[in-house]
């Protein structure tokens, strides 16, 4: 069964990726495609760092150019120390992806925030503009070096993003643009625990189908950066993470009866959802699809359910928390980065 690999923002979600994720894979991808992968820890986060050129582009279908990606396994709405944490990575990864670019000691930076913050899911970009404006100084706008703008959505505006963003550069002649968006992704796990920078900019609304006008130093004629923070998952991406944990579930269930020591246990079983289970033992229970990978069976459900009554995105329950907590974040981060030392360059308080 072929694999779709669509409705997702994230790089490391790509089918190359995916399938490439031993060493020797690793290697053989870089050779062949032009992909030079690189996956570290870094205390309790994973570093993904991707660089793709021309060739690597068009193989996968992408830009090419750097992508980051920050992972926070674990991570929960109300972990100020692991925000703070990620908020120092965040600043760090910033300034070595954009020192090949030689910008000046202290640069004239546009923020812009997309998406909607009338929708909490899309919110992340105006509500990180909102937490940056508190931290810059007000001053005349031809003396500041950070300027901070919610572009709002064509829906509430009537005009293409992308234009406004053209508009203020041609007005500010700023040295970077960093736009900041919430973006979709094909791994629940991801949800609200993911920062992907990249500076092959960005098109506003891709991953919900609903491109619109890309934004890019291409098309602007100043480098661009994108920061994004996956909000949601398509239904079918939900549905298949439920059966997989369930399949995982029973499967260690069998396992846990069947091992002599359970005899002897005097304390309730506790399943460990980070332990992989043999699913060959479900091959009697539930027949030949329960052996398939969770991409078959992802993409399976993709098929079934794609109707516009069925077609529905999923974010947690917990997302206006989490919203307030990466705006606090991006804008730490980038002040960190951008102007340390200045009011409101301290790591991010909780949020909530």
């Known amino acids: 069964m072929a694999i779709s690999f669509g409705r997702t923002d994230l790089l490391d979600e790509s089918e190359e990726m995916v399938r490439h994720r031993t060493e020797q894979e690793k290697d053989k991808l870089s050779e062949s495609s032009g992909i030079e992968f690189e996956e570290k820890r870094e205390g309790r986060f994973i570093v993904t760092e991707i660089r793709v050129n021309a060739d690597g582009g068009e193989k996968i279908g992408?830009?090419?150019?750097t992508y980051i990606t920050l992972t926070a396994p674990g991570l929960t709405a109300d972990d100020a120390e692991g925000f703070a944490d990620l908020e120092a990575i965040l600043s760090r990864k910033l300034k070595d992806m954009h020192r090949p670019l030689g910008l000046p000691e202290t640069p004239?930076?546009?923020?812009?925030?997309?998406?909607?913050?009338?929708?909490t899911p899309d919110a992340v970009g105006p509500y990180a503009i909102d937490r940056l404006q508190e931290s810059v100084p007000i001053v005349p706008a031809d003396e500041r070096t950070i300027i901070a703008y919610a572009a709002g959505v064509t829906g509430q505006t009537g005009f293409e993003t992308s234009e406004f963003v053209a508009a203020l550069g041609e007005r500010m002649k700023p040295d970077l643009i960093i736009v900041i968006d919430a973006l979709a992704a094909r791994d629940s796990t991801r949800l609200c625990r993911t920062i992907q920078i990249t500076d092959t900019g960005i098109h506003p609304g891709s991953g919900v189908g609903n491109s619109r006008k890309e934004i890019s130093s291409e098309v602007l004629g100043i480098p661009v950066t994108a920061i994004g923070i996956p909000t949601v998952v398509d239904g079918?991406?939900?549905?298949?993470?439920?059966?997989?944990s369930v399949f995982n579930y029973i499967a260690q269930k069998i396992e846990q009866s069947n091992a002599p020591s359970s005899a002897l246990a005097v304390t309730p079983w506790l399943h460990d959802k980070s332990e992989p289970a043999d699913k060959k033992v479900l091959k009697p229970i539930f027949g030949e699809w329960s052996q398939w990978s969770k991409e078959d069976k992802q993409q399976l459900f993709e098929e079934v359910l794609s109707?516009?009554?069925?077609?529905?995105?999923v974010t947690p329950k917990e997302t206006d928390a989490w919203i307030l907590q990466y705006a606090t974040l991006i804008s730490a981060g980038l002040i960190n980065w951008l102007a340390p030392g200045s009011p409101g360059s301290e790591s991010p308080s909780s949020a909530i």
């Open 62 to 65: 992408r830009k090419p150019g």
């Open 236 to 244: 079918p991406v939900m549905v298949s993470d439920a059966i997989e």
């Open 307 to 313: 109707s516009d009554e069925q077609g529905m995105f």
């Open 108 to 119: 004239k930076v546009l923020v812009v925030g997309l998406g909607n913050r009338s929708v």
